[in-house]
């Protein structure tokens, strides 16, 4: 009978704990989950188009923490025709008062032997990246301070307790200025978010699934972006994940490796 009282103690402790907390907290908390120093895996990238055809790529994404600022790089190895196209992006973290500067983008071209940078956030950021319903914003991370939140319960992806949270953009001018979030309430991971246009209307929905743990990080394996107003979806599925490597040269984050096709 003790235990069973001191079991629904710690049961409405816990719950009036979760109903203490705020839509921005939770997305602070999933915001902070640890990840890995490094990172090196490979995936496949496939473009589904509105008439059912499929455009398949091969890339490698390699990333790296430095303290202050995170550096990645995905390289396209194939088909022959986007084989050695590499984007590199350097994303920075928040400060103490919740500024972010943006992240610095850089895409290599090598069928114009031409290295370009890209706006991270405007009409550049919110463009496709490289054909498929990812934006090159989707492609960082966001700044908290970005966006107002509101909780609006929970709900379960894929008999997973999430948590539902209303991410509405501060600015207003994006094409998708306002997201519903569903974050995992035992990991605080992304596993769903819908985005809205402007005119409130749902534009694309994000999907993360196949969760696997490596090296103690717990990840999804495949990212799936649908855009319900074209009726065209990409998949990243990824594999041969590989975390905390200390064989990952600093060089290799660098405009220069990109142009010299280095990174394999």
């Known amino acids: 009978m003790k235990k069973t009282i001191a079991l629904l103690g710690t ?9 203490e907390m705020t839509g921005y907290d939770i997305v602070k908390k999933a915001d902070e989950v640890p990840s890995p120093k490094t990172s090196s895996s490979t995936a496949t990238l496939t473009i589904h188009s509105k008439k059912g055809n499929d455009r398949i790529r091969e890339v490698i994404m390699k990333s790296k923490e430095y303290g202050d600022v995170t550096k990645e790089v995905i390289v396209f190895t194939t088909p022959k025709d986007v084989a050695g196209v590499g984007y590199l992006m350097f994303d920075y973290p928040e400060d103490a008062a919740g500024n972010k500067k943006d992240s610095d983008n850089w895409l290599y071209m090598p069928a114009m032997k031409k290295t370009r940078r890209i706006a991270a956030s405007g009409s550049e950021g919110e463009g496709s990246f490289m054909g498929t319903d990812f ?4 492609m960082g991370d966001r ?15 894929d008999g997973v307790g999430c948590w539902k949270i209303e991410a509405v953009s501060k600015a207003g001018t994006e094409k998708d200025p306002r997201r519903v979030v569903y974050i995992g309430k035992e990991d605080y991971l992304l596993y769903k978010a819908e985005f809205y246009d402007r005119q409130n209307n749902l534009h694309r929905i994000l999907t993360c699934a196949d969760f696997s743990t490596v090296e103690g990080y717990k990840s999804a394996k495949t990212m799936k972006m649908e855009n319900v107003q074209s009726g065209t979806w990409s998949l990243i599925q990824t594999k041969d994940v590989i975390y905390n490597a200390d064989n990952i040269d600093d060089s290799l984050f660098t405009v220069a490796a990109l142009e010299k096709g280095r990174i394999r």
């Open 135 to 138: 934006t090159y914003e989707d």
């Open 143 to 157: 700044a908290l301070s970005k966006d107002d939140y509101n909780l609006l319960g929970s709900e379960s992806v």
């Open 11 to 19: 049961v409405l402790m816990t719950s009036a704990l979760f109903a």
